[in-house]
């Protein structure tokens, strides 16, 4: 029974059922669908406006891999889901939680055995910078800054233009979320790459864009090239 935006869009949907342990993500724990989800929207009312924003990240993120419309539709939703309209944002954690679950359902990958993970676009840096910040910063607000990192890569590799990066990095300021953290100058935060390896446990598998809804996947990513990604946002 999802109580936050970004269980609500996204987490609340999937068979992780874990905890953070040994400063990495969902370590203890077990991989297993839940039965029903309940979805009660009138939790959302008890948040913080951090918290409201934060997990909007995750619904931008499903949006840029699987459903360019929906991206559109949560650029046309801005002031209403900054006024915290009700409406707003049940239409989009509505579509956010069902594009994570038929992905779940109908990817042909749903315990994640396999290397290719669409749904952990921006995640590598999102991971490491939670580590980083020992938690202050939240989940959702890492994955905003973790997808303006990875946008800046995909120009830097010249799959996606910059205008279109911008448009998206735009959206992200525009709802609240942060792109860029004084912890984006901590050279650890490079490590991140080789820890998601591990995390998939062989091969590294990242998703970059070379259009919103258009995902490619690259199997390396050069530190120089993220280094002057993240020159480019702070």
């Known amino acids: 029974m999802p109580s936050t935006t970004l269980s609500a869009c996204d987490s609340g949907v999937g068979v992780k059922n874990g905890i953070n342990y040994f400063g990495k993500k969902n370590f203890t724990g077990v991989f297993d669908p839940p039965y029903a989800v309940v979805n009660d929207l009138s939790l959302l009312t008890t948040l913080d406006d951090r918290h409201w924003r934060a997990g909007l990240s995750e619904a931008i993120k499903v949006a840029l891999v699987l459903d360019g419309c929906f991206f559109e539709t949560i650029e046309s939703y801005v002031s209403q889901l900054v006024k915290r309209d009700s409406d707003a944002i049940e ?82 300021k525009a709802l609240g979320l942060p792109t860029s953290h004084a912890l984006m100058e901590d050279s650890a935060l490079l490590d991140g790459i080789e820890e998601f390896r591990e995390h998939l446990g062989g091969e590294l598998t990242l998703l970059m864009l070379k259009g919103i809804g258009q995902p490619v996947t690259v199997h390396e990513l050069d530190h120089e090239i993220v280094q002057q990604a993240l020159r480019k946002l702070l």
Not at 127 to 142: F, V
Request: glycine share 8%; hydrophobic share 45%.
């Open 91 to 172: 239409a989009i954690v509505r579509h956010s939680a069902t594009l994570h679950f038929q992905h779940i359902t109908e990817g042909g990958d749903p315990f994640e055995r396999l290397d290719a993970r669409p749904l952990d676009f921006g995640h590598w840096a999102a991971h490491k910078l939670e580590q980083l910040s020992n938690y202050e910063i939240t989940h959702g607000e890492a994955v905003s800054i973790g997808l303006a990192i990875d946008l800046r890569c995909s120009v830097l590799l010249g799959h996606i233009d910059d205008a279109q990066a911008m448009r998206v990095i735009d959206l992200l």
